[in-house]
């Protein structure tokens, strides 16, 4: 899964894009927002990820931890309360 995430967001590229589209615009303010967002929650997974590979390899030490209150913790910023529950069970 490592290899399907996308690469991270290059913040010089992104701010000199959104300059030639009008960084003032009120929706390419709103983009340069939610490309931060994007990349903190690209980060997180990576992160994630990664030590969970160390851990299954016996490099790291595997806990509930890991599993549980890192991935909750980072989608937790992300997503609304309300929709963190579906069919009755927490995501």
């Known amino acids: 899964m490592l290899e399907k995430l ?3 967001y290059l913040g ?10 009008g960084h003032l615009q009120p929706l390419n303010i709103f983009l340069k927002q939610e490309i931060d967002r994007i990349q903190r ?3 997180a997974v ?4 990664i ?6 390899d016996g490099l790291l030490y595997f ?14 910023k992300c997503i609304e309360h309300s929709k ?3 069919s009755n069970v927490l995501i």
């Open 51 to 56: 030590d969970l590979r160390l851990a299954i």
């Open 84 to 86: 963190m529950y579906t």
């Open 63 to 76: 806990s509930l931890v890991l599993l549980t209150l890192k991935p909750l913790r980072t989608f937790t």
């Open 12 to 21: 010089h590229e992104v701010k000199d894009k959104l300059r030639k589209m």
């Open 6 to 8: 996308p690469s991270d």
């Open 46 to 49: 990576r992160n994630t990820l």
């Open 41 to 43: 929650v690209i980060t």
